[in-house]
DNA sequence: GCATATTTGTCCGTATGTATA
DNA sequence: CTATACATACGGACAAATATG
């Protein structure tokens, strides 16, 4: 609906501002954030504050604060007086990557309580990503799959734990790009998961954090050799 | 020595920073991050934009980065139209932390691969400690002691890992500043790093494992009482 | 409860320096 | 080497929210 009186936008843009109570900047970012997963930005792209910044209507200013955070998270990287750009990982960041994940995701499982609340929560990540395997939609599987892991953090019971996770798992979406055949990348995972959640549920934590660690080393296996 | 033409000062600034190759921003939000962890900026201070940036000479845009990258480091909370504050740790955040810290640091001494080379590096750093308690100098026993547990999770070989685990360890100091008598405090625990380097070195990284997360739950424990 | 002062949120214009064709 | 395009940083402006009396 357009304003028929022709009144102050300003103010509406302003009191969508006090709604949400997030600033512009984090709502610019979560819109970035976005192209980026969805690979609507690929690695490598360079990201103009003029160009942005007209095209989403916000300032330079406010825009280079939504650059800062993306900076952050490793989305975007900051090249001195040359801007800023969607990350390219290299080899070595996968290497590093799956380091990090054996180590904080192992690390979850073996020392969370779980209880059947738990599990069966992890269990309802599974069955969505073979709900979405069954009508072929290969993404969903793809961000169901990643779900699975950050649901197997949550089982530490520590925010901070999650919400680096949730760092992680955005980084590793910037690698699946490079990745093609979503099917053949993802479909195999879903029964990994599940065997590794039944194991987790009939033979205990041990038995469980050994198969992320075997996962967690052919999914590695995979990547670096895509990256040849 | 002075500049007896009277010169350009602003373009000696500016080659400061070509020098350095970091942004205005960044070595604010440095000089800011050691006050805060020295305790010279106590827990809910608040940082004014206008005073802050007037003292240390830079626009309040500047400065507001800087706060960004220090409230992404979790050493600064943001409150929306009230302004940027010290953090104050909650016993929740203590706990969380220590479950962080013993899901990274137990998990990057499970999965790393130890070298003759590595366990020296880390035996320095308990040696330091050492000399540092000997001259009752136990701010640098604390520093030391940190640096004990960062050089721990060296180990994993991964850059991510020692990442994570800097901004923990800075996160912790805003709980030590909590803590009075400072010997009291650290001064035990010299001896059972030494303990866990020790075990390492010589009965594998499993007991090693083990006392670190022992040691881990009773500074938790030692803390949280603190908050009582 | 109200009016005022202070502070933050956002944006703009501009001067300066840097990278690249 | 020059020219162009861009990032960096500053200062100023005004609206909106908060704090103060």
Redesign the pocket.
Known sequence: MADPTGG?V??L???R??LDR???????SDVLRTRIIVGDLPPGT??????I?SAL?????????A?RLLTHERLLV???????FVRTLTKDDVTDLYRLRKVVECGALRYAEVTDEDLRRVQAVVDEAEAAAARSDWVAVGTQNLRFHQALCELAGSPRVVDMMRGILAELRLVFHVMGDPRRFHEPYIKRNQEILTALAEQGRERAEQMLAQYLDDAEQQLTQAYL
């Open positions: 102050p300003e103010k843009a302003a009191d501002i006090q997030v600033s512009t900047a984090e709502r610019v360079r990201l103009s504050e003029e160009a910044g209507g916000v300032s330079r200013n406010t825009l280079r604060e650059f900051h090249e001195l007086n040359r801007g800023v």
